[in-house]
C-alpha cells in the first residue's frame, strides 16, 4: 500500500505508528514529503486536502467522542451542533471543546476516534438523559453494544444516572423518534408496544394501552403520495375501532410536553367511552 492510500484510509492525515499498522515504512514516508505530502508537526502526515479539524485532532493527541463521535458511527443524534467533545489522557480541552479523560478501550485503529464503548460511556455520563438514550439505543438495537457491556463499566454512585438511562434502552425502536417517544410514555405509566401488526393496516409504530396508534414520521418535507398513503392508513385504523395520532420531528424532540398532554387527553377518552 502507498502512502497516499494508507492517508486516505486515516482520513487524509494520521501519526507514523497508525501508518506504520498499514505497512508504511519511513522510506516510503519521506519520499511521501519529497512529493507534497505535508507534515504539520513531527511525526503527522497528512494529505494537503486533508480536513484542518482532522488534523488539529491529531496534532492535540485528541480522539473524538461522546456526541461528536456519533456521525462516526452512525448513530442517531439529538443535537448535532454545539462544543466538539474530545477525550485526551488528560481530559484536556480547547475553547468550543468538551474535554473528556480515561479510555476503557483501543480507539479506532485508523482514525482519531475513541472505541464505541468509551463513547458511549463518556456520553452516558457527559449528555442529558434524551442525548445519551437515543446514541445508546441505536448502538443496542444494531446490536453493536449491549446493556450488559456499559452498566458493568459504570459502577458506583458517581455512575447513578448513567445506569438510569441504561434502564430505558429497548432493542425494538426503529428511529429515534420512536425511542423518544416509547420512553416518554413509558415513563408516564403508559403501557406501550412498539412496531405492532395490525390487519388491514401494516405495521404502526407505536400502540398504546392496546386502543390508541401513535404514528411518527421525521421527515421534514413530504410528498402528497405519501401523505394519501397515511391518511388511508389512518382510516383503516379508525374503522376497525383504533384512535390515531401522528407526530413529527419537532413534537417529539423539542415539544414532548405537549405530545404526551395530548396523548393522556385521547386516552382519558376513550377510558369514558369503555
Not at 492510500?5 to 505508528?17: F, K, S, V
Not at 514516508?29 to 479539524?53: C, E, H, I, K
Not at 442517531?76 to 485526551?88: D, E, I, L, M
Not at 389512518?234 to 398532554?261: E, F, I, K, T
Request: glycine share 10%.
Amino acid at each position: 500500500m502507498d502512502v497516499l492510500r494508507a492517508l486516505a484510509i486515516c482520513g487524509g492525515a494520521a501519526r507514523r505508528p497508525a501508518l506504520a499498522r498499514l505497512g508504511i515504512d519511513d522510506a516510503a514516508l519521506r519520499r511521501a514529503v519529497r512529493a507534497g505530502v505535508v507534515q504539520p508537526v513531527r511525526g503527522l502526515y497528512a494529505l494537503p486536502t486533508a480536513p484542518p479539524d482532522h488534523v488539529a485532532l491529531l496534532q492535540h493527541r485528541q480522539l473524538l467522542t461522546c456526541s461528536s463521535a456519533a456521525p462516526f458511527y452512525g448513530l442517531w443524534s439529538v443535537n448535532s451542533a454545539g462544543p466538539v467533545h474530545v477525550q485526551h489522557r488528560r481530559g484536556e480541552a480547547f475553547d468550543g471543546q468538551v474535554g473528556h479523560s480515561g479510555l476503557l478501550l483501543e480507539p479506532h485503529p485508523h482514525r482519531p476516534v475513541a472505541a464505541l464503548g468509551d463513547v458511549l460511556i463518556h456520553a452516558l455520563r457527559c449528555l442529558p438523559f434524551a442525548e445519551a438514550l437515543v446514541m445508546t439505543d441505536c448502538a443496542v438495537g444494531r446490536g453493536d453494544m449491549t446493556v450488559g457491556f456499559l452498566r458493568d463499566r459504570l459502577p458506583g454512585k458517581r455512575n447513578g444516572r448513567a445506569r438510569h438511562v441504561l434502564e430505558w434502552v429497548d432493542h425494538g425502536a426503529e428511529s429515534m423518534l420512536e425511542t423518544l417517544a416509547r420512553t416518554y410514555f413509558r415513563q408516564a405509566g403508559i403501557s406501550v408496544e412498539t412496531q405492532v401488526h395490525i390487519n388491514g393496516v401494516g405495521y404502526v409504530d407505536l400502540l398504546l394501552e392496546g386502543r390508541l396508534i401513535v404514528e411518527l414520521d421525521g421527515r421534514h418535507h413530504r410528498e402528497w403520495a405519501q401523505v394519501k398513503k397515511d391518511q388511508r392508513r389512518n382510516n383503516v385504523s379508525v374503522v376497525q375501532g383504533y384512535s390515531v395520532l401522528r407526530y413529527y420531528y419537532d413534537d417529539v424532540v423539542h415539544h414532548p410536553a405537549l405530545m404526551l398532554a395530548e396523548v393522556r387527553a385521547v386516552l382519558a377518552g376513550l377510558n369514558l367511552q369503555g
